[in-house]
């Protein structure tokens, strides 16, 4: 076979595709339209695990530690039907090759499950079990994805992302090791593009990577995004595109205000300040290496592919009148006070981040008074009730459930009427360009 040859310097692009792309058998056929569209030059194509199974993974880990075994049961099927059920629209072959792959990934799922359960004495931590079950909706996607990819000739390799992508043993949350990782990344990915035929593309899994001991590591809730941005930036990449359900970035989430609209530029700068503080359409690690890189991001429509979206570059001077607005749902306040009563100071201070440090608990705002300091974080169960306890054993520790935060970026009064609207404020932190707002 004559095999096509990228000439140096090799421009890739770099595509992410979410779970909510490929949610069901029409979203991966859809998924496959639009790769038709773009694979004449070098691609590389990062996938999310389908619609909401890294949810349903997190509530088989849950009855998994809990020792529930009839839970376990109906919740790993749950997860078996969902992935067997949109495999048998995609593939009317019942011999497929597909059913196998993907019957053997489930069956080493069900396998490591089965095995925690023979022993009393689990090994390990929760977020290294979280790692090595929930890692598996990724595996699961792609491997379909890539079958279906073939079975419509746009012709797709599957690439093992836990090959390439190096991290340290900190598990749910692993930095990466970013000199071993680019070597790894170049060598397999210009490698393929030399030696494949013209329109091949190089697909792998999102979210996911190794340690030093070949063990699972995740980067954290929606890690894909960084996913993606990590194979960017070690391949110098043109650009990177997040494909989305939605028009590109908004500046409110559609489904809490109707009438949003598309921003169609953002500044590097303004992206990270959205990212900081919770825009759930970029992950907050992603956006560094493409700025150090210059590399362009572009958040556009999977369900619209003809609208442009929205260009995330580096612009010095950024001006919006738009006001963005960013919705967290389930948070906890948190007020922390010295037991006799004295002022919170500096040495306070630096116990309680140290504490909160020990815990992961990152912070979404924070205030202080004279004899109390109040943080609002995510209600993240696993987390904040030992937090509680721990912190309950110097302070005097109080907290309120069931919140939001708001986060309005280039407020003003006018902006901040949906926002407050029939709810009791708990907390409020402004600043020239952003409002932070705790409510109920």
Same mark, same amino acid.
């Given at each position: ?69 009839l839970a376990v049961v109906e919740s790993f099927q749950k997860v ?41 004495? !689990? +090994?390990? #931590?929760?977020?290294? %079990? ?7 909706? @990724? $595996? ?73 001991e070949g063990n699972t590591t995740t980067l954290g809730r929606e ?33 809490? !205000? +109707?009438? #949003?609209?598309?921003? %169609? ?7 990270? @300040? $959205? ?166």
């Amino acid at each position: 076979m004559l095999l096509f040859l990228y000439f140096c310097p090799m421009y890739i692009n770099v595509f992410k595709f979410g779970g909510a792309s490929v949610c069901s058998a029409e979203g991966i056929k859809n998924v496959a339209r639009l790769l038709r569209q773009f694979n004449s030059s070098p691609l590389v194509v990062v996938v999310s695990a389908m619609g909401k199974t890294t949810n349903a993974l997190e509530v088989l880990l849950n009855d998994y530690i809990n020792k529930d075994p009839l839970a376990v049961v109906e919740s790993f099927q749950k997860v078996w039907d969902y992935h067997f059920s949109i495999i048998g629209e995609l593939f009317p072959d019942k011999d497929h090759i597909v059913y196998g792959e993907v019957d053997s990934l489930l069956n080493q799922l069900r396998g490591y499950i089965r095995k925690g359960h023979l022993y009393d004495d !689990m +090994p390990h #931590s929760y977020d290294f %079990e979280y790692d090595q079950v929930v890692s598996f909706g @990724e $595996l699961i996607s792609a491997a379909i994805l890539q079958h279906y990819l073939v079975l419509e000739e746009c012709p797709a390799k599957l690439l093992d992302v836990r090959d390439l992508v190096k991290t340290d043993s900190t598990y749910r949350d692993a930095r990466v090791d970013w000199k071993t990782t680019e070597t790894l990344i170049q060598d397999s990915i210009h490698g393929f593009f030399r030696e494949s035929s013209r329109g091949t593309i190089a697909l792998t899994q999102g979210f996911i990577g190794s340690d030093s001991e070949g063990n699972t590591t995740t980067l954290g809730r929606e890690g894909s995004d960084f996913t993606a941005a990590i194979f960017a930036w070690c391949l110098q990449a043109k650009e990177m595109t997040i494909w989305k359900d939605v028009p590109g970035v908004m500046n409110a989430d559609p489904k809490w !205000m +109707p009438d #949003s609209v598309c921003l %169609e530029t953002l500044s590097y700068r303004e992206a990270i @300040e $959205l990212a900081y503080y919770g825009a759930s359409v970029i992950h907050p690690k992603t956006i560094k290496p493409l700025e150090n890189a210059n590399i362009i991001l572009r958040v556009r429509s999977f369900v619209n592919p003809d609208l442009p979206g929205t260009e995330i570059r580096n612009i010095r001077e950024w001006k919006i009148q738009t006001p963005i607005y960013i919705r967290k749902q389930n948070q906890i306040l948190i007020s922390i006070s010295p037991r006799d009563f004295s002022f919170i100071i500096e040495e306070n201070l630096s116990e309680i981040f140290s504490i909160l440090a020990r815990f992961r608990v990152k912070v979404n705002v924070m205030q202080n008074s004279a004899i109390s300091f109040s943080i609002c974080v995510d209600a993240d169960p696993q987390k904040i009730k030992p937090l509680i306890e721990f912190l309950r054993r110097d302070y005097e520790t109080r907290y309120n459930e069931g919140l939001e935060l708001f986060t309005v970026r280039h407020y003003s009064e006018d902006a901040m009427v949906p926002v407050l609207n029939g709810r009791k404020t708990l907390m409020e932190l402004r600043s020239r360009h952003t409002i932070q707002v705790v409510v109920q």
